[in-house]
C-alpha cells in the first residue's frame, strides 16, 4: 500500500497520523471520542490528517477527470484518451499517442477531417 500524505500550511506530503488505521477505524474513533479521553488530542490529529489526506487525493482524482487542451498532450509517446466531435455532432473517444509531430491513433477513420481537441490521462486501470 502507498504511503498517505497530506499538505497543511505550506508543507507538503506530511504523512498521515495513525496509519495503521483504516478511515472507517479513524472515523468511529472520532465519533466515540469524548472530551476527557486521554488520547483527545490524538484522535483529533488522526481525523485532522484524514480530512486533508482526503482532499488531496480528490483533488489528485478529478484533475484526472479534467479535459485538457490537445496542444498539451504529451510529447513522449504516452498513451492518452483523446475526444473528438465529428461533423456530425457525435462524441468519439480513442486512445491515441503524440507520434512524429502529431496526434496518432489506431482509428483514424474518426478523425479524417478534424484531430481531436482535447485528451485526458489514460489511468492504469484502463491499460490493464
Sequence with gaps: MHKRTYDHNGHTDLEISCPDLSDEQVANRVRM???GDLDHE???QAA???IKCLMKEKAELESQLTWRPIETIPKDGTEVLCRHVGKDGVVRVSIARWHEGQVHAPDFTYWAHDLPKFWIPLSARFAE
Design 33 to 35: 471520542l469524548m472530551r
Design 42 to 44: 490524538l484522535v483529533c
Design 48 to 50: 485532522r490528517d484524514r
